[in-house]
């Protein structure tokens, strides 16, 4: 997934694809605060940094 390499961060919606689960359970899971990476809120605005869906996946070297 070419984003994951060429943004800071994503929105729940392409974290979600990546990680392969749906839209409506990542955003369960953030509010459980059991998604397997750091999200970032900025009011309500949620991003995921790519770093850490890199890591989750080993995409990182």
């Known amino acids: ?21 749906s839209r409506s359970t990542a955003f369960k899971l953030i509010a459980a605060n059991e998604f397997p990476v750091r999200v970032i809120r900025a009011g309500k605005r949620i991003v995921v940094p790519t770093a850490g869906l890199r890591d989750l996946l080993g995409m990182t070297p």
């Open 1 to 21: 997934m070419e984003v994951l390499t060429s943004q800071p961060t994503v929105d729940v919606a392409t974290a979600a694809k990546a990680i392969g689960i």
